[in-house]
């Protein structure tokens, strides 16, 4: 029996080495595969995520079951500059700028997600289900449908809910399902999380944390589902107005961010420090009153204050390169 595992585990990693990964495209080509997809469907398996917590570190692979979190960040693959698109990514603090959620697998052994994506500035972004491909890139996805291929990343991570809010999750399934399913039929928009005028003369930019009102972005949309759909509050992941501008003036990343000419006052992009600089203020949102007990707390969710939460907990990767079938 011994010989016989290691000759499959020997044939599946020369298999891995000559079999093309998942099909992958760009951000720009990118469409949602939702509308071939029954979220109801998906199979709660385990699919065996690539992660690296940064860019040198050594691939693992992470056993994911049914609504893990992945956080991702920075994409190899950039639709616009480099430079520019390499910049937006520092207003969000962290090596992490994006959460999507673990639902399953269909039929064929590929596995999905869903995310709250922004596509492009000008374009916005919705709710989709994307496709993350098969265990180990082994599968294909169909050249038909265009997909993000999240491996593609400089960043790639995930966790998950510990045991009680794990379970806590299972209990509100259906509703978080039914939920999820009328998000994704309706398109649910992306969200900017800072809004102003586009005016000079407007000096006030306001902080966005709305819930579900008027769309939501990557990770408020997660947090707001959990609270209002399983009664799971997930705590002291917000930075403050105040935290944003002693981020954008006083970090080394922070002062690299800039705003984009689609969302800025100004024909040019500058930098957010230049902006505070001008005398231009970020207003502070009304605080968000958790309905688990009461208690407020102001600002806009991050993906990495997220990853600090108490009820997540790490994934344990797989110790053997490769599963032996």
Not at 244 to 260: C, F, H, I, K, T
Not at 287 to 312: A, F, K, R, W
Request: aromatic residues 12%; contains cysteine; negative net charge.
């Amino acid at each position: 029996m011994l010989t016989i595992s290691r000759i499959c585990l020997l044939l599946l990693l020369v298999l891995t080495i000559f079999i093309t990964p998942s099909y992958a495209v760009t951000l720009q080509n990118s469409t949602s595969t939702n509308e071939n997809i029954n979220l109801y469907e998906l199979k709660d398996q385990t699919y065996y995520f690539p992660a690296n917590y940064a860019l040198n570190d050594k691939t693992v692979f992470l056993p994911l079951r049914r609504w893990d979190l992945i956080f991702t960040g920075d994409h190899i693959n950039q639709i616009d500059d480099p430079v520019d698109r390499e910049n937006i990514n520092y207003v969000i603090p962290g090596p992490f700028n994006h959460v999507m959620v673990y639902m399953g697998k269909d039929s064929k052994g590929l596995a999905y997600a869903i995310e709250l994506n922004l596509y492009s500035l000008e374009g916005g972004g919705r709710l989709s289900l994307i496709c993350l491909g098969s265990d180990f890139g082994i599968l294909r996805h169909p050249e038909t449908q265009r997909i993000h291929d999240k491996r593609m990343m400089e960043n790639r991570w995930a966790m998950r809910f510990i045991n009680t809010a794990y379970e806590q999750v299972r209990t509100h399934e259906d509703l978080l399902f039914s939920r999820l399913e009328n998000d994704l039929a309706t398109n649910l928009p992306y969200q900017f999380v800072l809004e102003h005028s586009g005016q000079l003369w407007d000096r006030y930019i306001y902080l966005i944390d709305d819930g579900f009102e008027g769309g939501a972005g990557c990770s408020d949309y997660w947090t707001t589902l959990f609270e209002v759909y399983a009664g799971l509050c997930i705590k002291n992941v917000r930075m403050s107005a105040q935290e944003m501008v002693d981020y954008a003036s006083n970090s080394s990343e922070g002062r690299l961010a800039y705003v984009p000419t689609e969302v800025s006052p100004f024909s040019n992009p500058v930098f957010v420090y230049q902006l505070l600089a001008m005398g231009f203020q970020i207003v502070p949102d009304d605080p968000h009153v958790y309905s688990c007990d009461g208690t407020e707390e102001t600002g806009i969710v991050l993906p990495y204050l997220i990853m600090q939460s108490d009820l997540l907990e790490e994934i344990q990767s797989l110790k053997s390169p490769f599963p032996v079938f």
